[in-house]
């Protein structure tokens, strides 16, 4: 499974649009990138999932360059509420015949101010 | 719809002690299932994993283990613990189909 680098910490204010770079220069063909949201005492929260390209949802959107060994989550209009860690990870894309491991690094803690 | 279940929400145990966190799915069939460790400000370790009953991956070392005596059904267990046991368990399911996984509760174990 590909290790994954992203900043330890991001601030931001209310109303703005925040985005947050992971690195995942050794992912594999069949490995899909994902995001997580997570707040202090509750387990991790689907965010998005991509391969290549651009993904968007109600929630934030998820770009992905070429060489895939990068990608953006991108909040827009973030809110007092979006304060969490977000932890980009790579692994076995959907099917029956992988692990689905997933495996966490320390993610990003994004404090949204007022 | 697909629900997970943890229980205990919290637990303070004394060091040497046995240990069992019981994690249930429901809603689904033939999860994948993975139990993780979140220690105090950092992230989320995988501690086991499996792709169905009687069939269990262990990624670290350690005096934990774990069984699926049940399709939908993981537990985590140990003999003796330790101070280091001390954390937020989380165990999580996936579809095979998808690549999501969904966490449940957790439960906040302290050793002392």
């Known amino acids: 499974l590909a290790k994954t680098t992203q900043p330890i910490s991001m601030d931001s204010y209310e109303g703005q649009e925040v985005n947050i770079t992971c690195s995942h220069n050794n992912i594999a063909t069949n490995d899909y990138i994902t995001w997580y949201q997570q707040f202090p005492s509750q387990g991790p929260r689907f965010i998005i999932q991509g391969y290549k390209t651009k993904v968007t949802n109600e929630v934030a959107s998820l770009f992905i360059p070429a060489d895939r060994k990068s990608s953006t989550l991108s909040l827009p209009r973030v809110s007092l509420s979006d304060t969490a860690v977000y932890y980009c990870l790579v692994g076995d894309g959907p099917g029956s015949s992988n692990t689905g491991k997933l495996i966490f690094g320390q993610g990003t803690t994004l404090q949204v101010k007022p | 719809s697909q629900t997970i279940h943890q229980w205990p929400a919290t637990l303070v145990q004394p060091v040497g002690s046995p240990l069992s966190l019981e994690c249930t799915v429901e809603?689904?069939?033939?999860?994948?299932l993975y139990w993780y460790r979140q220690a105090a400000g950092r992230g989320l370790q995988l501690l086991f994993y499996s792709v169905g009953i009687g069939q269990i991956s262990s990624e670290v070392p350690q005096n934990l283990s774990a069984s699926r005596p049940q399709d939908r059904q993981f537990i985590l267990s140990s003999k003796k613990l330790l101070l280091s046991d001390s954390g937020f368990y989380l165990c999580?399911?996936?579809?095979?189909?998808?690549?999501?996984?969904?966490f449940g509760p957790g439960t906040r174990l302290t050793v002392l």
């Open positions: 809603g689904t069939s033939n999860p994948n």
């Open positions: 999580a399911w996936r579809s095979r189909s998808r690549h999501e996984q969904f």
